[in-house]
Every structure is written in C-alpha cells, then in structure tokens.
C-alpha cells in the first residue's frame, strides 16, 4: 500500500512523463499557444494559404460547433475569421487516425451548419476551410526533405571545423528519436534536445538562446524564427517565395538550388518529375560555410 506522498510523487512523475512527450504538434498543447493570439494564427495561416492580405479579426480556441443536435458534436482546435468573414478551422493532428478526409469533410460541413441561419439563402453562406496541421505525411505523397545521411555528414564537418560546436537536436516521433539518439551516441557534440528537456517550454528557451536554428522549410524553422533566432533553411521542391519563408527571415539565409523546374509543388508533396531530386543536391560543406559565416 503506498502512502499518500509515495502516491503524490507517483502522479507527479506521470505528469512529468506526459510533458516529455508533448510537441507544438500536440492539439491540447497548440491550442494553448492559439489562444488569445491571434498573431500567430495569422501568420500560420498565411504561410499555410500564401496569402499576405490575410487579416484575421477573431479567433477561438476549443469552439463547439452548437447546431449539431442528434449528431456527433465537434469542437475545432481554431476557429477564425478574417476580414472578409471567411471562416477558417485549424486542426493539429498528431496522429495519423483522425486525420482522413471524411473527418475534415464533417468539420467542412458542420462549419455550413453553424453558419447559415433559418431563412438566409444559400448565397449568404460564408467561404469555409478546414486545415489539418499533421505531424507526418498521412497520405504517403513522398514529401522530399534533405537526406539523414547528408545531414549527418553536416554534423561532422561541422564539428571538425568548429570544435567546441554545440548542435541540439529537435524533434518527435519514434524513428526521428532513433535517429538523434544514434547521432548523440555517435557524436560527442550532439544533444537530443527534444529528449532530455521535458517538454516544448524549456525547448523553446533553448532555441531562443541558439546562435542560430539549421532547418528545412518546416516548423523548427518557423519556430525559432517566432522566438527571435536566426534561421537558416535549406528548401527543396518547395520554393521559400511561396509564402513559406519563416518569420523575418532574411533571402542571404536561404540554401536552395536554382532549376527550372522549382518549384515543382507549393506544398512539396509532388512526386519529383526529374525523379532524382537533384533540388536537394545541396553540398553539406556549402551548409556549414553558411552556418561559420553566420555565427562570425
């Protein structure tokens, strides 16, 4: 039988366990950072609709879709509106369950319900969109990202041209840790951040205190940038002119080939058509000359 302080610390050290494992990814954790900032739902819109004359007037965070009475009720991560009265629902979507097209249909629909009243005619019903924000490539369209093996040659040419170099590692999901832990075991100058910080707050100080974040154009980029750290990026398919460039980013901290065919998809999720990805031919030692001439 453990005693009440034995129980307390039990509970505690659970609590802890959770927090570890939590990402902006996270909707419960997301919706946190959603709430009463409409800023920064501005901004993720614009990047995700690229679209700069977006101005967002209200947004509201856990909101119950109220006229779905005798169906499955709903409540959206984000609901916004913009200048227009456009109506947007943002849904941060961890795992992959949960996140089909029958599911952002309904949401798709219950946004109508909510705002078509008895007696308005079908014109007066508002433009809607419902945006699932997910953690990984839920309908396997092959979404191209710079090779493991040449990041980590990065990392090691990195470290031997700058030997007391500090690299932390931020991420999520099973395979990615694997990665990283083998990368800290391989490298005495790698720290898996994500792993040993206990959660999203204390890794967002850590990047505020980076001299600067290495990434491709994804959401550790748009992060770091969000909490004033210099970003630089490395783009692929995708072209950073879309709208996808991180908050104040500046076009020298760019790393992107230039091809005729770039970029082949806005959102990157495009089967290469040259079939060689030569868009992330990229030479890790032109990687880390721009990360020296950064930091100096």
């Not at 610390?9 to 409409?38: A, S, T």
């Not at 100058?189 to 990047?207: D, F, K, P, R």
């Not at 959102?267 to 990805?277: L, P, S, T, V």
Request: charged share 30%; proline share 3%.
């Amino acid at each position: 039988m453990e005693t009440e302080q034995e129980r307390k610390d039990r509970e505690r050290q659970e609590d802890l366990q959770r927090l570890r494992g939590l990402r902006p990814i996270d909707d419960d954790f997301m919706r946190c950072l959603f709430r009463d900032n409409i800023p920064l739902v501005q901004h993720v819109l614009e990047v995700i609709l690229q679209r700069k004359d977006l101005t967002i007037i209200e947004a509201e965070t856990q909101a119950d879709m109220k006229r779905l009475v005798g169906a499955r009720s709903i409540c959206l991560d984000a609901y916004c509106e913009d200048d227009s009265l456009k109506k947007y629902d943002i849904e941060i979507q961890r795992s992959d369950k949960g996140a089909g097209v029958h599911r952002a249909r309904y949401h798709s629909s219950a946004m109508d319900v909510e705002n078509l009243d008895a007696g308005q005619d079908f014109d007066e019903l508002p433009d809607t969109y419902t945006i699932f924000i997910t953690e990984n490539d839920v309908y396997k369209k092959g979404l191209p990202f710079y090779p493991i093996e040449r990041m980590k040659k990065v990392i090691f040419i990195l470290s031997k041209r700058i030997p007391d170099v500090r690299v932390f590692l931020f991420g999520g999901g099973k395979s990615e840790m694997d990665v990283f832990n083998q990368w800290q075991n391989e490298f005495p100058c790698v720290t898996n951040a994500s792993a040993v910080l206990g959660g999203i707050e204390n890794e967002l100080l850590l990047m505020n205190k980076l001299d600067l974040m290495l990434s491709m154009d994804s959401a550790n980029s748009h992060i770091a940038s969000l909490v004033g750290t210099k970003v630089i990026s490395i783009w692929g398919a995708t072209h950073p002119y879309a709208g996808f460039k991180s908050w104040n980013m500046k076009d020298e901290n760019i790393i992107q080939n230039t091809l005729p065919c770039r970029p082949c998809s806005v959102y990157g999720n495009k089967k290469c058509i040259r079939g060689d990805y030569e868009c992330l031919n990229i030479d890790e030692n032109r990687i880390v000359d721009k990360i020296i001439e950064s930091i100096n």
